[in-house]
């Protein structure tokens, strides 16, 4: 590896290390500041409470990194939590039908909207914003109220804490780490994960070199689209209900976690871990906020705009001076 190229590895993995510090000096103020929060099982927690948005963000990656974007992801969680809710509670189907039911129609949707995007040559936001009012709307034909879960299945997987010790873990944060990790596997180690990468540095580039352009973008849209219904069945395990308001916004956060974690928007360069921190940093400002006591959740919110300001200046900075 030259110079060059070794500089240029360098420079895109500067946003990382940012988050990287940045979550450790949030862990350190918040253990200096607060009683109890320098725990285990504060960061176990923040993968408990967030398994469903690290799921979610896992998808958003593989779409970012080939410079594309997915607005409907909260859509299809809610719209999963909806379907789960209805056909467990008051169809009585049993949860391994619906489960597997749900992932299919999640991952059946993604891989239409990006087989769209590319036949038609249509932008990424109009199509999935198209599919979130689709997704959305889908749940209020089903009921508008909410529909509370008490299968003793569902019960079983929203209880169940997994010991380490002295602390616990919950079935879908294991789920989520799972996701993660294939993901990993997924984008570094597989022909699909190098043509991502290759998709997301250039498309026109990929086409000339021969690569299966469609194939991939309709791919990184359908696994995108399986981690939002996944996403959803871990967000019914977690709040045992469906909603046709659940997951307003969330994609916004996943979308603010992938850039928070250095994966840069126009595509090309990124790390699944960066996801992890992201994901991580954003459940730990919730946790701060929760620790501070006095200031209104609605802060959790400006703080993350913040922080998107600067890694969207830092990834302007970093594009800029590439040679």
């Known amino acids: 590896m030259n110079a060059n190229a070794l500089l240029t590895r360098l420079r895109g993995q500067i946003p990382l290390l940012v988050t990287a510090v940045l979550l450790v000096s949030m862990f350190s103020v918040g253990s200096a500041q607060y009683d109890g929060f320098f725990s285990g099982q504060v960061v176990l927690n923040l993968l408990i409470d967030n398994a469903f948005l690290l799921v979610v963000a896992v998808g958003m990656t593989f779409v970012v990194l080939t410079g594309g974007i997915d607005l409907s992801v909260g859509a299809v969680v809610a719209l999963s939590t909806m379907v789960s809710a209805w056909l467990v509670e008051q169809h009585g189907w049993p949860p391994l039908l619906v489960i597997p039911l749900v992932l299919l129609m999640g991952t059946a949707g993604g891989w239409l909207m990006g087989w769209i995007i590319h036949v038609f040559e249509i932008q990424p936001f109009i199509v999935t914003l198209a599919g979130m009012f689709l997704a959305r709307g889908l749940c209020y034909t089903i009921s ?180």
């Open 144 to 323: 508008v109220e909410s529909i509370s879960i008490t299968d003793p299945q569902y019960t079983a997987m929203a209880q169940t804490r997994i010991p380490l010790g002295d602390l616990f873990v919950s079935p879908s944060a294991l789920i989520a780490l799972l996701v993660v990790a294939a993901g990993f596997v997924v984008l570094h180690h597989t022909r699909l994960g190098r043509n991502v990468y290759a998709l997301g540095g250039s498309e026109q580039s990929a086409l000339l070199m021969g690569l299966p352009v469609q194939r991939t973008k309709t791919a990184v849209y359908a696994i995108s689209g399986f981690c939002s219904a996944l996403g959803g069945v871990l967000l019914t395990f977690y709040m045992l209900s469906g909603y046709g308001l659940h997951a307003v916004g969330l994609e916004l956060d996943a979308i603010a976690a992938v850039v928070i974690g250095g994966t840069l928007l126009t595509g090309g360069s990124g790390y699944l871990l960066g996801t992890l921190l992201g994901v991580l940093v954003l459940g730990l400002i919730q946790t701060v906020i929760s620790f501070q006591g006095t200031l209104s959740s609605w802060w959790t919110r400006i703080v993350i705009g913040a922080l998107l300001f600067v890694f969207i200046v830092l990834q302007r900075l970093i594009t800029a001076r590439r040679p």
